[in-house]
């Protein structure tokens, strides 16, 4: 009998959810937890890490799962990894429901950096307003750039001080749309924005946005991860789960 583990957090982890409990399919669906009122599931739900790989070997086992689906975000890299070394353990099938990555096109000024070292040593040395649309796991090093105003744009209020000393942080949850992103970047002045290339539909009004008022964009790359099977769609993630040993690699 057929049990899923769904590591989600994305839009697409969301859609996959609800074809599993349309098509009445066992599953859980798993939260890393790190943000405050998760989106509701039509799945049983659980919050919070498994212990590394060993920790998620044992809940392979004692969950009796069958086939693991890693819809997490693309910048989710040690999850991914965890997931791969874990299921590589415990023999457990596992695909990557993976949104496609951006590509530029005509009149895009996409400046592409390897990481979050790279962004950050691509910002101008002049003060300048920065949408640093990264959430909020990776903004100690922009401190190495504190003559920036940088706005934040976050799905919870962060509760703590952030390490930035020029800082405006906007709460909202995507999708979000071209005609508001513009606006929220016309609003706050902005010159320049910092994204990582997480592709999907979701949080692209931003590229768009700045096409259209011709800001530059510093593009962080997708981190490297192991060789795994992936599906770029609710259905070729079905048939994984009828067929896991027809996918391939």
């Not at 066992?26 to 943000?35: E, I, L, M, P, Q």
């Not at 689906?69 to 596992?94: I, Q, W, Y």
């Not at 949850?173 to 606006?183: I, K, Q």
């Not at 096409?211 to 192991?226: E, K, N, Q």
Request: charged share 20%.
């Amino acid at each position: 009998m057929t049990r899923v583990l769904l590591l989600g957090g994305t839009t697409e982890a969301s859609q996959l959810a609800r074809a599993l409990a349309a098509a009445g399919i066992d599953a859980v669906f798993s939260y890393a937890g790190r943000t405050g009122a998760p989106v509701e599931q039509p799945l049983s739900t659980r919050i919070g890490g498994f212990g590394g790989p060993e920790g998620l070997v044992r809940c392979l086992r004692e969950e009796g799962i069958t086939h693991v689906v890693d819809a997490t975000h693309p910048f989710a890299a040690r999850m991914s990894r965890n997931a791969v070394e874990a299921c590589g353990t415990a023999n457990v099938p596992l695909c990557a429901f993976e949104r496609a990555p951006w590509a530029d096109g005509p009149g895009d000024d996409w400046r592409h950096v390897p990481d979050i070292a790279g962004a950050v040593a691509a910002l101008p040395d002049a003060p300048a307003p920065v949408f640093l649309a990264i959430g909020r796991q990776n903004l100690e090093p922009f401190a190495a750039k504190p003559q920036h105003r940088y706005l934040l744009r976050l799905v919870d209020p962060p509760g703590d001080v952030l390490p930035l000393p020029d800082t405006e942080v906007v709460i909202a949850r995507g999708p979000f749309t071209e005609a508001g992103d513009a606006a929220l970047l016309r609003t706050h002045g902005i010159e320049v924005i910092v994204a990582k290339n997480a592709g999907g539909t979701g949080a692209k009004a931003k590229l768009d946005a700045a096409r259209a008022l011709g800001l530059p964009v510093i593009l962080i790359d997708r981190p490297a991860l192991p060789t795994r099977r992936v599906a770029r769609s609710v259905e070729e993630v079905m048939d994984f789960l009828a067929h896991p040993a027809d996918l391939g690699v």
